[in-house]
């Protein structure tokens, strides 16, 4: 079997996973401003590292997870100058900046929760880190690479550029950087050029936010953090940076500028902080990216609750979850009420046949085996992990999935007649079909997903149904056998009738 190979976006190509020091291995995700609730870009971006996090364990490597939690220093529009995000929600709700930062902490965790992402392994706060992030700016300083501006620190991206190459991350070029932003920014007389940043920003009278500093009473750049946190939790060289396309510039260019900045003396292969990164793509609604300056942003919690315009009901969070894993990470993704809806019967389906799994008992099986059927189910797992290790493709995971459901229902519906697959490999295929969905995949089982009583109330409630229909049926009353099937399958249940009595399922 082939090994794990990751795109990665700092060579723009697929590369062979290879640890720093296996069997550990040390992953940094950039995580959420915490100013709002998080809407779905923030959970194809959590989910899909999830999922490295889930194969990666699954494979038997320690991984050590650290996502941070962005409270200060991120300020509107990513820029340098501005109010900060999270103060600006402060005073819009009239509560303090802290305040606002552990509510939408609080509600970024419980979203997450419900879509069943596993807790990183460290999940620290930028203002936790302010003494190291002020040690570091001073290193930068110090080495040449950042300069004081009446109170304010900038990185010198123009000397750093002569010494190590800045863009390499994002195939940007300074000249053309530099060209493209010779404009009047507020603020702008205090940079040497206008591709420097913020590592360090004196405080203005009405900002509330602010610590001590060499420099000024202020606070950091939005930059540094990630930088700081990530060194300290995994070292100066680690295996995995994850995030979102949106911050591979300028976020993650300047993380590597200052990383190289603070250890400008390491040897080379230790420049770069991290070995491989890797990039989600963003969700699109009618092709434009979703954001609140378009109209067409949606939390998480009215997707839950299908309480805004856009919306034509309610989604449960494993629906959200199984239409984020339908795509490749790296690829786009449209929303739109259709496709979450397509994605809603898909998973009934995937839930029915695990359902059936359960009732099938191998020992029932005829004796002659059905090589087709013997291949398809034998050859499930390596299948499955060819796919997760071409860069955790999911999508072709899942197809994977729903390749095995003829299968699965044959079996299903014959229940020892006419042919089989012989017990040990139906037993196998059970046991990593189930693993698969729920502990590589992340999917709550269909009780889990809707709760016991719930589900308990559908099966009821089908089971009366299917008792009278088989009662019409045994007094030839086909009128009423064939409204109860007709009408049922008007919603979307399709009756399958057996000598055993009458099945039903999730019609595709």
């Known amino acids: ?71 200060v220093g991120h300020l509107v529009n990513d820029a340098d100058e501005g109010e900060s995000k999270v103060e600006k929600q402060a005073r819009l709700q009239q509560l303090e900046p802290m305040e606002v930062a552990q509510l939408y902490f609080n509600s970024y965790t419980a979203d997450m929760t419900s879509m069943n992402l596993l807790r990183p392994s460290i999940e620290p706060r930028a203002t936790g880190h302010i003494l190291e992030q002020i040690e570091a700016i001073q290193q930068i300083i110090d080495n040449g690479y950042g300069y004081v501006s009446e109170g304010s620190v900038y990185f010198d991206v123009t000397k750093y550029n002569e010494d190590f190459g800045y863009g390499k991350l994002s195939g940007r070029d300074l000249d053309n950087m530099l060209e493209e932003s010779r404009t009047n920014l507020e603020g702008q007389s205090e940079k040497r050029s206008s591709a420097d940043f913020a590592l360090w920003k004196k405080a203005s009278p009405n900002h509330i936010m602010r610590w001590n500093s060499p420099w000024s009473e202020g606070f950091p750049g939005w930059h540094i953090e990630c930088t700081v946190m990530s060194t ?57 990216k979703m954001g609140k300056s378009l109209g067409n942003a949606i939390s998480l919690r009215e997707f839950f609750s299908g309480d805004h315009a856009l919306l034509d009901q309610a989604y449960h969070p494993m629906t959200i979850r199984f239409f984020i894993l339908q795509a490749h990470y790296r690829s786009t993704l449209d929303f739109s009420n259709q496709a979450l809806q397509g994605s809603e019967k898909a998973l009934k389906r995937i839930h029915e046949a695990i359902k059936r799994l359960g009732g099938i008992n191998p020992d029932d099986q005829a004796i002659v085996v059905n090589e087709e059927f013997e291949q398809n ?132």
Not at 256 to 284: G, V
Not at 430 to 436: A, H, M
Request: hydrophobic share 35%; proline share 3%; aromatic share 12%.
């Open 377 to 508: 189910l034998a050859s499930f797992m390596k299948d499955v992990q060819s796919a997760l290790n071409d860069d955790f493709n999911t999508a072709r995971v899942i197809a994977r999935m729903f390749d095995a459901l003829p299968v699965v229902n044959q079996l299903y519906k014959v229940k020892g007649g006419g042919f089989a697959v012989n017990p040990d490999t139906f037993n196998q295929f059970r046991e990593d079909f189930l693993k698969v969905f729920t502990d590589i995949l992340g999917m709550k089982s269909e009780v889990e997903e809707s709760g016991n009583e719930s589900q308990e109330v559908i099966d009821g409630l089908m089971k009366l149904v299917t008792e009278i229909r088989t009662t019409a049926r045994a007094e030839k009353n086909w009128e009423v056998s064939d409204q109860i099937r007709d009408s049922l399958g008007s919603i979307g249940i399709k009756l399958e009738d057996n000598k055993q009595g009458t099945d039903w399922y999730y019609e595709k």
């Open 232 to 288: 300290k939790y995994l070292g100066a060289k680690y295996d995995i940076h994850g995030g979102g396309m949106d911050l591979l510039f300028p976020h993650h260019e300047a993380e590597i500028a200052q990383s190289n900045a603070c250890n400008c003396h390491a040897p080379a292969d230790q420049q770069d902080e991290a070995k491989y990164w890797l990039h989600n793509n963003m969700i699109t609604y009618e092709g434009q």
């Open 1 to 71: 079997m082939d090994s794990l190979s990751v795109y990665n976006s700092l060579s723009r190509k697929k590369e062979q996973f290879e640890p720093i020091n296996p069997p550990f291995v040390g992953m940094y995700v950039c995580g959420p401003t915490v100013y709002g609730h998080a809407h779905l870009g923030h959970a194809r971006s959590a989910i899909t590292f999830d999922i490295v996090y889930r194969y990666l364990t699954f494979l038997g490597y320690k991984v050590r997870y650290v996502r941070n939690i962005t409270d």
